[in-house]
């Protein structure tokens, strides 16, 4: 088992900056890859950020592309996302998520182990 916590959320005003991180522990050596997911209100859980499995490489999301930054420490077991330009459409619950196995990063239904989110709030 793999338990997931994030932190750093809240509420700021657009063009503002928040990091979000997210504390692993448990099995975490099985894990494959961690990455971030959100869910706005209404709307299906989508993808935001991920490492390839070796940490070499970074996926975004192509609407945070250039504004978001997805970091690791792996002494601390700790995955980031540092968010900044934040918009108004970036309000959704956010969640850490790690998988497995080698899979889509993109789709949220192959990944295992889920956080229980930390919400995102932009005003305009």
């Known amino acids: 088992q793999v338990q997931l916590v994030e932190s750093g959320g809240g509420s700021v005003q657009a063009g503002g900056s928040l990091r979000l991180s997210c504390a692993a522990s448990g099995r975490t050596s099985g894990t494959y890859a961690m990455g971030w997911f959100r869910q706005a209100p209404g709307k299906e859980r989508e993808f935001v950020a991920t490492?390839?499995?070796?940490?070499?490489?970074?996926y975004y999301a192509d609407s945070v592309k250039g504004r978001f930054t997805i970091s690791s420490d792996n002494a601390k077991n700790t995955l980031y996302l540092q968010m900044d330009s934040l918009k108004p459409e970036d309000t959704a619950v956010y969640y850490c998520?790690?998988?497995?196995?080698?899979?889509?990063?993109?789709?949220?239904?192959?990944?295992?182990?889920w956080g229980q989110g930390t919400q995102v709030t932009v005003s305009s």
């Open positions: 490492f390839s499995w070796n940490g070499a490489s970074a």
């Open positions: 998520a790690a998988r497995l196995r080698y899979s889509l990063y993109y789709t949220p239904g192959n990944y295992n182990y």
